[in-house]
């Protein structure tokens, strides 16, 4: 069975300081996508970062970075220098096949 | 932003009345999906689309019923609603299989079941 888990349902973080939060996954697929989401307090799914299951190199996208090592089975997210707008829900999922697995969220605060 | 429109946005109902949600994309994307969303369970999926009346089922599929007669419409029915489907709906789409393309989605649609 597939499966995403997020063990940190809260988490704080100063503003201007990195954060990682984590995320494991289960899979006996040899291709898969690992991605973040981000859920702003108005409630609409942003997607942040894509990792293949393939892909050597980890994956950035601005203050995003997706540390991803293959055998553990973990994709955690870091977000670097926070900003008061990174206060969210975020949101592991994986894609394999037809279908797309989430884990369930972990809340950040960006304390000013 | 993906031209994805979800209607209603709200809608409160009762147990055992029938419900459809619409979602409508403007993308030409092959792939739809729907959502709930609940909390301590994140997203699950419900059932997906891969093609013009070509649907499967997801995790949490018993209870709803889909319908893709066209690219850009994919229906969600709740035949007989009860209070355990009161959640936050989502649609998403993808241009190719889910495993290496991100889903985009919809603003959701919030539906209370009394």
């Known amino acids: 069975a597939q499966k995403i888990t997020q063990t940190q349902p809260g988490m704080f973080v100063q503003e201007k300081e990195a954060v990682t939060l984590d995320c494991t996954y289960d899979?006996?697929?040899?291709?898969?996508?690992l991605f973040w989401y981000k859920q702003p307090s108005s409630g609409e799914m942003i997607f942040l970062i894509y990792q293949g299951s393939y892909d050597e190199q980890n994956a950035t996208e601005g203050r995003y970075s997706l540390n991803f090592q293959k055998a553990r089975k973990s994709a955690n997210l870091v977000i670097s220098a926070s900003q008061l707008g990174d206060s969210a829900m975020y949101f592991c999922?994986?894609?394999?096949?037809?279908?797309?697995?989430f884990g369930t969220g972990t809340s950040l605060t960006v304390i000013p | 932003d993906a031209g994805i429109t979800q209607s209603p946005r709200h809608k409160v109902t009762e147990t055992g009345t029938p419900v459809t949600l619409r979602c409508h994309q403007t993308?030409?994307?092959?792939?739809m999906y729907w959502y709930r969303q609940d909390p301590g369970h994140g997203l699950r999926l419900i059932h997906y689309s891969y093609g013009v009346k070509d649907t499967d089922k997801g995790e949490v599929s018993d209870g709803y019923s889909v319908s893709r007669s066209k690219t850009e419409d994919f229906l969600l029915t709740l035949e007989s609603a009860t209070s355990s489907q009161t959640s936050v709906y989502f649609c998403?789409?993808?241009?190719?299989?889910?495993?290496?393309?991100?889903?985009?989605f919809g603003d959701g649609t919030r539906l209370s079941i009394l």
């Open positions: 993308e030409n994307h092959r792939y």
């Open positions: 899979t006996s697929d040899q291709s898969y996508g």
């Open positions: 998403a789409i993808s241009e190719f299989r889910g495993g290496h393309q991100p889903q985009h």
């Open positions: 999922a994986m894609g394999a096949g037809n279908q797309f697995y």
